[in-house]
C-alpha cells in the first residue's frame, strides 16, 4: 500500500514537470516567429504603401488643380502652359479618346500603369478630397489662413492656382525635408495618373512618385533593425527550446529509469501503456497485462548474494525486452516483479508465446526460481456496438488483476501462467467484505462453536468432539468455515479466532461440567500462525484455566502445515502444552508429505487420519486399506491414539474398528452441531443405534 502511494505521489510530480513539455515551447516559439514575421511584414508593408500612397496622392492633387486652371484658361497657347509647369510627361485625350495634346513619350500601358482617382466635384472648396477615392488615403489641405492663396466668398471658390501650384510643389518637398531638386531621386516609381479635365477631355500624366536615397536608407536601417531584433528573439527562444529539451530529457531519464534494471520503470510502463492503449482502436489490436514474478526471488538472494539477485532481475528486463514486439511493453514493476504489455491475436496463442517466453527465461539463475505470470485481458470497449478507441484506461486496476491471478500459482514450484477470470475479483471482494466485518463480527459474538463428536467404532461410545466454527452473519446469512478461514489464515485474525474458540469451548465444558453432563475431551483447532509466539502454550493455558475447565477436557490440534516452520519451536510448545495436561493431535495425517517426517520428531497423542483416506480414489481399495491399517499400527506403536475423519458409510466403520482405530469422526456418526444438540449427545453417551 505504502510503495502504491510512493508510486502515485511520482506520478503526479512528474506530470506537473510534464507540464512544462518541450512542444509547448515549441508551439509558443513558432507563434512567437510568425507573428513577429506577421508585424515584420505588415509594418514594412505599411510604410511603403504609406510613402507611395502619399506621392500618389500628391500627384493627383496638384493635377487637379491644374485641370482646374486648364478649363479657366481659355487662350489655346496659355491652355498647356499649367501642365508644362508640372515638368511631366502627359497626353490629353477628346471625347472619343482621340490624343488632342501631348508632351514627352506616353509610355502609360507599358513600363507603367495607370491609376485612375476621382472625378471632379470629388473636392471640397478647401482643396480636400471629399470621401476616400480608390487609392487615396492621404490628401494635402489647403492653408486657408493664407490670403495669398485665395479663398471662399459668395459660394464661388476663389484661388490663385499659379501660386497654389507652387505651393503644392513646396509642401510635397518640404515635407521630405528636401529642395525640389531631383538630384537625390533615386527611384521613380512608374504610375500613371488621370484626370478628368470635363467636356470629355481627360489627361493622362505621368507621376513623379519617388523615393529618395534617404527614404531608402530610412527603410533599410528599418530594415535591418527589425530584422536584428527579430533575429535576437529567434535565438533567445531557440535556445530556451534548446535547453528545455535537454531538461526535459534528463526528467525522463530520472524518473522512467529503473535502478535496479536500468531497463524501465513502473512509472514509465504506467504511462507509456495508457498512451498505447488509448491511441490504438480496440477493434484493430488486443492487448493483455502481465504480471511476471521471480518465484523463490529472496531464497535465492539469501543462499547466493543480493548482487548475484540484482544480475539475474537484469538479465530478465533484457531477455524479456528482447522477445518484445513493436507496440510492446516492458518494465521492473517492483522487487522481483515485471510487468508487460503484450499484443494478441487470440488467447491460445498467447497462451502458447507465454508458455515460450517462460521456458525462454529458464536458463536464468540455473533453475534457482520459477517465473510466475498472472495474465489479464484488457477488454475491447465498445460503444453502440462499434469497438472504438479505448477511454476508461486503468492500468494499475488491470495490472491488480493480473496479481491476482499470477498470486493463484504461489503454492507452484515451476513455472507457470495462470489468466484471470471473474471469480477471482469476486473472491477479491468477499475477502474484503470478510475483513471489513470479522472485528465487530467477533465483537457481536457472530461466530458460533459446532461440535461434531467422535465415537468409539466398537463401542459406539462418545469418546470426543472437535470444536468447529460457524459464522452467524445478520448480513450474510450462515457461512461455513471454508469461505472464512483460509482469510483469516491470510490476514492474521486467526490467531484471535483460535483464541476466540478456545475461550468459547473451555466455557463451554466448565458450564457442561456444572451441569452435572459426562464431559469429554473436546479437540481445539490451533493455527499455524500461532507458533511463532514463543509463549503460546502458557497463553492456552492462562485462558483455559481463567474458565476453571481441567485440562484434560481440552485438546489442541495442529494442522500438518503448521509442521513445517519452525521445528524446534514446535517441539517446545508441544512438549509445553502435554506437560500442562493438554492432549495434542496431528490435524489431517497423510495430506501432505511430510507426515512420516513429523511423526517422528513430535511427541504427539493423537493422529487424525485424513478424511481423503475414505474419499480418495484408493478408499475401499486393498491398497487403501493397507495403507490406513498400517497408519493406525504406526501410530499405536508411537503409543498415540487414532481419529479417522470423514467417515460416512458403515463398511469403513466396520474396518476401521476392525483395525484397532480408537475414534471415528463422520457423517456416518454425526455432522458438527450446535451446542445444545451436542448436549443431547452427551446425555446420550452412545451413539444411536450403534451395538453395545
Ligand atoms: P478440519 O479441521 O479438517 O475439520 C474437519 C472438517 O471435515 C469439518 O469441516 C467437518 O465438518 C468435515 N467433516 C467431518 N466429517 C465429515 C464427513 O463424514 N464427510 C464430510 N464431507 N465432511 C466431514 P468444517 O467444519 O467445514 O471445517 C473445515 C475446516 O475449517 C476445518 O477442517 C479446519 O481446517 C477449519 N476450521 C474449522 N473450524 C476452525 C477453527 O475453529 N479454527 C481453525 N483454525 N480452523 C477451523
Ligand atoms: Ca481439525
Ligand atoms: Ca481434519
Same mark, same amino acid.
Request: with cysteine; charged share 30%; proline share 2%.
Given at each position: 500500500?505504502?510503495?502504491?502511494?510512493?508510486?502515485?505521489?511520482?506520478?503526479?510530480?512528474?506530470?506537473?514537470?510534464?507540464?512544462?513539455?518541450?512542444?509547448?515551447s515549441?508551439?509558443?516559439?513558432?507563434?512567437v516567429?510568425?507573428?513577429?514575421?506577421?508585424?515584420?511584414?505588415?509594418?514594412?508593408?505599411s510604410?511603403?504603401?504609406?510613402?507611395?500612397?502619399?506621392?500618389?496622392?500628391g500627384?493627383?492633387?496638384t493635377?487637379?488643380?491644374?485641370?482646374?486652371?486648364?478649363?479657366?484658361?481659355?487662350?489655346?497657347?496659355?491652355?498647356?502652359?499649367?501642365?508644362?509647369?508640372?515638368?511631366?510627361?502627359?497626353?490629353?485625350?477628346?471625347?472619343?479618346?482621340?490624343?488632342?495634346?501631348?508632351?514627352?513619350?506616353?509610355?502609360?500601358?507599358?513600363?507603367?500603369?495607370?491609376?485612375?482617382i476621382?472625378?471632379?466635384?470629388?473636392?471640397?472648396?478647401?482643396?480636400?478630397?471629399?470621401?476616400s477615392?480608390?487609392?487615396?488615403?492621404?490628401?494635402?489641405?489647403?492653408?486657408?489662413?493664407?490670403?495669398?492663396?485665395?479663398?471662399?466668398?459668395?459660394?464661388?471658390?476663389?484661388?490663385?492656382?499659379?501660386?497654389?501650384?507652387?505651393?503644392?510643389?513646396?509642401?510635397?518637398?518640404?515635407n521630405?525635408?528636401?529642395?525640389?531638386?531631383?538630384?537625390?531621386?533615386?527611384?521613380?516609381?512608374?504610375?500613371?495618373?488621370?484626370?478628368?479635365?470635363?467636356?470629355?477631355?481627360?489627361?493622362?500624366?505621368?507621376?513623379k512618385?519617388?523615393?529618395?536615397?534617404?527614404?531608402?536608407?530610412?527603410?533599410?536601417?528599418m530594415?535591418l533593425?527589425?530584422?536584428?531584433?527579430?533575429?535576437?528573439?529567434?535565438?533567445?527562444?531557440?535556445?530556451?527550446?534548446?535547453?528545455?529539451?535537454?531538461?526535459?530529457?534528463?526528467?525522463?531519464?530520472?524518473?522512467?529509469?529503473?535502478?535496479?534494471?536500468?531497463?524501465?520503470? $513502473?512509472? $514509465?510502463?504506467?504511462?507509456?501503456?495508457?498512451?498505447?492503449?488509448?491511441?490504438?482502436?480496440?477493434?484493430?489490436?488486443?492487448?493483455?497485462?502481465?504480471?511476471?514474478?521471480?518465484?523463490?526471488?529472496?531464497?535465492?538472494?539469501?543462499?547466493?548474494?543480493?548482487?548475484?539477485?540484482?544480475?539475474?532481475?537484469?538479465?530478465?528486463n533484457?531477455?524479456?525486452?528482447?522477445?518484445?514486439?513493436?507496440?510492446?511493453?516492458?518494465?521492473?514493476?517492483?522487487?522481483?516483479?515485471?510487468?508487460?504489455l503484450?499484443?494478441?491475436?487470440?488467447?491460445?496463442?498467447?497462451?502458447r508465446?507465454?508458455?515460450?517466453?517462460?521456458?525462454?527465461?529458464?536458463?536464468?539463475?540455473?533453475?534457482?526460481?520459477?517465473?510466475?505470470?498472472?495474465v489479464?485481458?484488457?477488454?475491447?470497449?465498445?460503444?453502440?456496438?462499434?469497438?472504438?478507441?479505448?477511454?476508461?484506461?486503468?492500468?494499475?486496476?488491470?495490472?491488480?488483476?493480473?496479481?491476482?491471478?499470477?498470486?493463484?500459482?504461489?503454492?507452484?514450484?515451476?513455472?507457470?501462467?495462470?489468466?484471470?477470470?471473474?471469480?477471482?475479483?469476486?473472491?477479491?471482494?468477499?475477502?474484503?467484505?470478510?475483513?471489513?466485518?470479522?472485528?465487530?463480527?467477533?465483537?457481536?459474538?457472530?461466530?458460533?462453536?459446532?461440535?461434531?463428536?467422535?465415537?468409539?467404532?466398537?463401542?459406539?461410545?462418545?469418546?470426543?468432539?472437535?470444536?468447529?466454527?460457524? $459464522?452467524?452473519?445478520p448480513e450474510?446469512?450462515?457461512?461455513?468455515?471454508?469461505?472464512?478461514?483460509?482469510?483469516?489464515?491470510?490476514?492474521?485474525?486467526?490467531?484471535?479466532?483460535?483464541?476466540?474458540m478456545?475461550?468459547?469451548?473451555?466455557?463451554?465444558?466448565?458450564?457442561?461440567?456444572?451441569?452435572g453432563?459426562?464431559?469429554?475431551?473436546?479437540?481445539?483447532?490451533v493455527?499455524?500462525?500461532?507458533?511463532?509466539?514463543?509463549?503460546?502454550?502458557?497463553?492456552?493455558?492462562?485462558?483455559?484455566?481463567?474458565?476453571?475447565?481441567?485440562?484434560?477436557?481440552?485438546?489442541?490440534?495442529?494442522?500438518?502445515?503448521?509442521?513445517?516452520?519452525?521445528?524446534?519451536?514446535?517441539?517446545?510448545?508441544?512438549?509445553?502444552?502435554?506437560?500442562?495436561?493438554?492432549?495434542?493431535?496431528?490435524?489431517?495425517?497423510?495430506?501432505?508429505?511430510?507426515?512420516?517426517?513429523?511423526?517422528?520428531?513430535?511427541?504427539?497423542?493423537?493422529?487424525?487420519?485424513?478424511?481423503?483416506?475414505?474419499?480418495?480414489?484408493?478408499?475401499?481399495?486393498?491398497?487403501?486399506?493397507?495403507?490406513?491399517?498400517?497408519?493406525?499400527?504406526?501410530?499405536?506403536?508411537?503409543?498415540?491414539?487414532?481419529?479417522?475423519e470423514?467417515?460416512?458409510?458403515?463398511?469403513?466403520?466396520?474396518?476401521?474398528?476392525?483395525?484397532?482405530?480408537?475414534?471415528?469422526?463422520?457423517?456416518?456418526?454425526?455432522?458438527?452441531?450446535?451446542?445444545?444438540?451436542?448436549?443431547?449427545?452427551?446425555?446420550?453417551?452412545?451413539?444411536?443405534?450403534?451395538?453395545?
Open positions: 500500500m505504502a510503495d502504491a502511494s510512493k508510486r502515485k505521489k511520482k506520478r503526479k510530480k512528474y506530470l506537473k514537470l510534464r507540464k512544462n513539455r518541450i512542444w509547448h515549441l508551439v509558443m516559439f513558432l507563434i516567429t510568425i507573428a513577429a514575421a506577421a508585424l515584420l511584414v505588415v509594418f514594412i508593408v510604410v511603403l504603401y504609406f510613402s507611395v500612397d502619399k506621392g500618389i496622392t500627384e493627383y492633387e493635377a487637379w488643380k491644374m485641370a482646374e486652371l486648364y478649363r479657366n484658361v481659355t487662350d489655346e497657347g496659355d491652355r498647356y502652359l499649367s501642365f508644362d509647369v508640372m515638368d511631366t510627361d502627359y497626353y490629353i485625350t477628346d471625347k472619343n479618346g482621340k490624343v488632342v495634346h501631348s508632351k514627352g513619350k506616353n509610355t502609360c500601358g507599358e513600363e507603367g500603369y495607370l491609376y485612375a476621382a472625378l471632379e466635384g470629388n473636392i471640397d472648396e478647401d482643396g480636400k478630397l471629399l470621401g477615392p480608390e487609392g487615396v488615403s492621404t490628401v494635402l489641405h489647403r492653408d486657408t489662413e493664407d490670403p495669398v492663396l485665395g479663398g471662399y466668398e459668395d459660394g464661388a471658390i476663389y484661388i490663385d492656382y499659379k501660386r497654389l501650384v507652387g505651393k503644392v510643389f513646396d509642401v510635397f518637398y518640404t521630405t525635408g528636401k529642395d525640389k531638386t531631383d538630384e537625390d531621386v533615386s527611384m521613380e516609381l512608374p504610375v500613371w495618373e488621370e484626370v478628368d479635365l470635363g467636356s470629355g477631355e481627360t489627361l493622362f500624366f505621368k507621376a512618385v519617388s523615393f529618395k536615397d534617404t527614404n531608402l536608407v530610412f527603410f533599410v536601417v530594415f533593425v527589425s530584422g536584428a531584433l527579430f533575429a535576437i528573439l529567434l535565438l533567445v527562444m531557440m535556445i530556451s527550446t534548446i535547453s528545455k529539451a535537454i531538461n526535459q530529457h534528463r526528467v525522463n531519464k530520472l524518473f522512467f529509469t529503473d535502478m535496479q534494471t536500468k531497463g524501465h520503470n $513502473w512509472l $514509465w510502463f504506467l504511462l507509456r501503456s495508457e498512451q498505447t492503449l488509448r491511441r490504438i482502436t480496440s477493434a484493430k489490436k488486443s492487448f493483455a497485462l502481465i504480471d511476471l514474478e521471480l518465484a523463490g526471488y529472496r531464497r535465492y538472494c539469501v543462499c547466493h548474494s543480493v548482487d548475484d539477485g540484482e544480475a539475474r532481475l537484469v538479465e530478465t533484457n531477455a524479456l525486452c528482447a522477445m518484445l514486439g513493436k507496440k510492446e511493453l516492458c518494465a521492473h514493476s517492483s522487487e522481483h516483479r515485471f510487468a508487460l503484450l499484443e494478441y491475436a487470440d488467447r491460445d496463442a498467447l497462451q508465446r507465454i508458455g515460450s517466453m517462460l521456458s525462454g527465461l529458464g536458463g536464468i539463475g540455473a533453475h534457482g526460481f520459477a517465473f510466475h505470470a498472472g489479464f485481458l484488457i477488454p475491447p470497449e465498445e460503444r453502440g456496438g462499434f469497438l472504438g478507441r479505448r477511454k476508461d484506461v486503468d492500468i494499475e486496476s488491470d495490472y491488480n488483476n493480473a496479481c491476482s491471478a499470477r498470486a493463484t500459482l504461489e503454492d507452484r514450484s515451476e513455472s507457470a501462467a495462470a489468466f484471470f477470470e471473474d471469480k477471482l475479483v469476486e473472491d477479491q471482494k468477499w475477502e474484503a467484505t470478510v475483513t471489513e466485518m470479522q472485528q465487530r463480527a467477533l465483537a457481536a459474538e457472530e461466530f458460533v462453536v459446532y461440535y461434531q463428536p467422535k465415537y468409539d467404532p466398537r463401542t459406539g461410545e462418545l469418546r470426543g468432539a472437535e470444536a468447529l466454527i460457524r $459464522w452467524q452473519s450474510h446469512g450462515f457461512i461455513t468455515p471454508y469461505r472464512f478461514i483460509p482469510i483469516f489464515e491470510k490476514n492474521g485474525f486467526i490467531t484471535e479466532i483460535d483464541h476466540y478456545i475461550q468459547h469451548v473451555a466455557r463451554d465444558q466448565r458450564r457442561w461440567l456444572d451441569m453432563y459426562r464431559c469429554v475431551p473436546v479437540s481445539v483447532n493455527s499455524r500462525a500461532h507458533f511463532i509466539e514463543p509463549d503460546l502454550a502458557e497463553q492456552i493455558r492462562d485462558m483455559i484455566d481463567r474458565e476453571g475447565t481441567p485440562h484434560s477436557l481440552i485438546e489442541i490440534e495442529l494442522t500438518e502445515s503448521a509442521f513445517f516452520d519452525d521445528k524446534n519451536a514446535m517441539i517446545n510448545t508441544i512438549t509445553k502444552l502435554k506437560q500442562y495436561g493438554f492432549a495434542v493431535s496431528m490435524d489431517d495425517f497423510g495430506s501432505g508429505y511430510s507426515s512420516l517426517n513429523s511423526l517422528k520428531d513430535m511427541p504427539l497423542d493423537v493422529l487424525k487420519l485424513d478424511a481423503e483416506f475414505f474419499r480418495g480414489e484408493a478408499a475401499g481399495t486393498d491398497r487403501g486399506e493397507i495403507v490406513v491399517s498400517e497408519a493406525i499400527k504406526l501410530a499405536k506403536s508411537l503409543n498415540m491414539r487414532t481419529v479417522a470423514g467417515v460416512e458409510i458403515k463398511d469403513q466403520v466396520d474396518f476401521l474398528a476392525a483395525q484397532g482405530c480408537d475414534m471415528i469422526q463422520g457423517y456416518y456418526f454425526a455432522k458438527p452441531m450446535p451446542a445444545q444438540d451436542y448436549e443431547e449427545r452427551m446425555k446420550n453417551g452412545r451413539a444411536e443405534g450403534a451395538e453395545t
